[in-house]
């Protein structure tokens, strides 16, 4: 009887000892996994603040840029955004000029030779013009240089239209 005693003991001992360590180990797998969340959050953190200096960084870039610059999207050319120097080019706003279509904002004398050349840049994926006439509201012609390119912004396709150093007529 006392060897049955024994062995239960042995085996109550046993089972303690095993709950003990399955407890043990429960709560190591609960902290790694705890651990490997705050990592991930930490990660994502970095990459959110660094996200947010980039694009403050752009910004700044596109916002004082002494160039005019416009972004289309690609399907329709309709005006996603513009900088400054380019809105006061055209004597227009950003809210007036979001949505329209680039022939729209009366810039080009010839529509048609803009909108081939639209066609162009959808196919090549690139224009450059040296020397290209652009038409303010109050009438001034001003030679510019014109680049432009396609590209992918996230899940969008955009085109950057890009006219250089203004010389007024």
């Known amino acids: 009887m006392e060897d049955d ?4 003991n042995d085996s109550t001992e046993k089972n303690l000892k095993e709950l003990q360590q399955s407890q043990v180990t429960s709560n190591k797998l609960e ?4 651990a490997e969340q705050d ?4 990660a994502n953190l970095l990459a959110q603040k660094a996200f947010n200096k980039s694009e403050m960084r752009y910004r700044r870039l596109f916002e004082t840029a002494h160039d005019g610059i416009l972004i289309l999207d690609f399907k329709y050319g309709k005006i996603i955004d513009a900088n ?4 006061h080019m055209l004597g227009s706003t950003i809210e007036s000029a979001i949505g329209k279509e680039l022939w729209e904002i ?6 048609q030779a803009s909108k081939a050349a639209f066609q162009a840049l959808k ?3 690139y224009v450059r013009y040296d020397d290209l006439p652009l038409y303010s509201p109050d009438g001034a012609i ?6 432009s390119n396609s590209y992918m912004d996230g899940a969008q396709h955009v085109i950057q239209w890009y006219y250089g150093q203004c010389i007024s007529s």
Do not use: C, M, N
């Not at 005693?5 to 239960?8: F, H, R």
């Not at 009366?106 to 529509?111: E, L, P, T, V």
């Open 31 to 34: 902290l790694d996994s705890l």
């Open 106 to 111: 009366g810039i080009f004398s010839d529509i």
């Open 123 to 125: 196919r090549d994926g």
């Open 142 to 147: 001003h030679q510019v240089e014109f680049i």
């Open 84 to 87: 400054p120097y380019i809105l």
């Open 5 to 8: 005693l024994t062995s239960k």
């Open 39 to 42: 990592l991930i959050a930490l």
